[in-house]
């Protein structure tokens, strides 16, 4: 049986407007693990929580077996993270904060920051704040992948990139991956990144953990449903997630397929994306807190 290399339990953090709700997750070892919801809906308060920039109200986080709270400066040696807002020095120059940061961690590895530095063809005379979106993602990767971390956290690193640059950076995460008792913790609401490279996925609405799943398992279970407005009663009803009608039919999310196709032999059936399946579960769009 793999180690969890991280344990969330109970854990709760009230604010004004939004409150994490007795958050409970585990992420095993060797697993790229897909935290997803829509804007707004807890992600970035947890993973704040997990790293300690945000100071939780109770609950309890272990890495790699210990507690956080006990063992803090050993075990956040062992993580890299990659967070989507700034948390770099705008004017110093890429080599001026990769030495600030670098004194942090025990393993840091100049020669495998200096790789990515000319693999990403970012300049380290540069300064921070000239840095477009891109290239911001590209160093900030660079740097926590330098200290030889067994976790990788990355809260919504894609928000906002182009394309070519996401697909890049996924490529990176497969070759992460590569070397053993590695795992990534990946948060986003652009679940199509997550489509080819996720094991495991948790949903997050409301501060509240929707579900947690391997991602095959709800790829398989979940579907798409079309067909007619006609077939829609209040006894069919209950065999969807969601629907949603227009004048020219229904298209629906269900993960009990067989019962559908029992009672609507002519009904449309289609593979889910995980954005369809995240959608269903949470009714859709809601604002940001």
Not at 129 to 146: D, E, F, H, I, N
Not at 201 to 227: A, M
Request: net charge negative.
């Amino acid at each position: 049986m793999t180690q969890a290399v991280l344990e969330v339990n109970q854990l709760t953090k009230r604010f004004q407007r939004f409150c994490l709700d007795h958050v409970n997750f585990s992420l095993e070892e060797g697993c790229i693990t897909g935290f997803i919801g829509t804007n707004g809906s807890g992600k970035t308060t947890t993973i704040k929580s997990i790293l300690g920039l945000v100071v939780k109200d109770s609950g309890r986080i272990r890495l790699f077996g210990e507690d956080l709270n006990k063992n803090e400066r050993k075990l956040k040696d062992r993580i890299g993270f990659v967070m989507d807002e700034g948390y770099f020095y705008e004017n110093l120059t890429l080599k001026a904060m990769k030495n600030v940061l670098a004194a942090a961690y025990s393993q840091w590895d100049e020669v495998v920051f200096l790789s990515y530095i000319k693999r990403f063809k970012l300049d380290l005379k540069q300064k921070i704040a000239s840095l477009s979106k891109g290239m911001r993602m590209k160093y900030a990767v660079a740097l926590a992948l330098s200290h030889h971390a067994d976790l990788l956290i990355m809260d919504e690193p894609t928000s906002g990139l182009d394309p070519l640059v996401r697909s890049e950076l996924m490529d990176i995460l497969l070759e992460f991956m590569q070397e053993e008792g590695k795992s990534v913790f990946f948060s986003t609401h652009i679940t199509s990144d997550l489509e080819k490279i996720a094991d495991m996925l948790i949903l997050i609405d409301h501060g509240q953990i929707t579900f947690e799943e391997e991602k095959d398992e709800l790829l398989e279970t979940h579907v798409r449903v079309k067909g007619d407005n006609a077939w829609i009663n209040e006894e069919t009803r209950g065999l969807f997630l969601s629907v949603r009608q227009s004048p020219y039919g229904f298209e629906a999310v269900t993960n009990q397929r067989d019962n559908v196709r029992a009672v609507m032999p002519e009904a449309v059936i289609e593979r889910a994306s995980i954005e369809d399946i995240m959608l269903a579960y949470i009714g859709g769009e809601h604002d940001a807190d």
